[in-house]
């Protein structure tokens, strides 16, 4: 069970879909469970946990409220992304701790089926995704 991965959050899919299923396959003999070009989305395990995530950076900007920010200084780069069991008790959970909501819970269909999904950020203002499906 993919507990905890990191996902970057990229501008050009193409190009790093590309260095990282090489990358990946030459330093750990990992190829890739998926490329959706369409969707901006890649991702790799190794012996069945997520390694890595690419997700298309506009798609997390215009969820998060970043998208008029320029890159460089506003939107995201990186995210970790917590798979959990109630994506809802978790965004109470960690607003608890001193999270702040960057995207309400949300049921997200055109990413996945059943997937549901919040946007918070830890106190230093680095973003995290909970996700059920």
């Not at 008029?68 to 978790?90: E, Y």
């Not at 702040?100 to 950020?121: E, K, S």
């Amino acid at each position: 069970m993919d507990a905890l991965y990191p996902r970057l959050l990229v501008d050009d899919f193409d190009a790093c879909a590309r260095f990282y299923t090489a990358a990946l396959r030459e330093l750990l003999g990992v190829e890739p469970v998926r490329i959706l070009p369409a969707a901006s989305y890649a991702n790799w395990d190794l012996d069945g946990e997520a390694v890595l995530s690419l997700f298309g950076r506009a798609a997390i900007a215009a969820v998060t409220g970043t998208s008029g920010q320029a890159a460089t200084s506003g939107q995201d780069r990186s995210m970790l992304v917590f798979k959990v069991d109630d994506v809802d008790a978790a965004t109470k959970t960690l607003e608890g701790f001193g999270a702040t909501i960057a995207a309400a819970p949300t049921d997200r269909p055109d990413w996945g089926p059943n997937l549901r999904t919040a946007h918070l950020r830890d106190p230093e203002g680095n973003l995290l995704e909970l996700q059920s499906y």
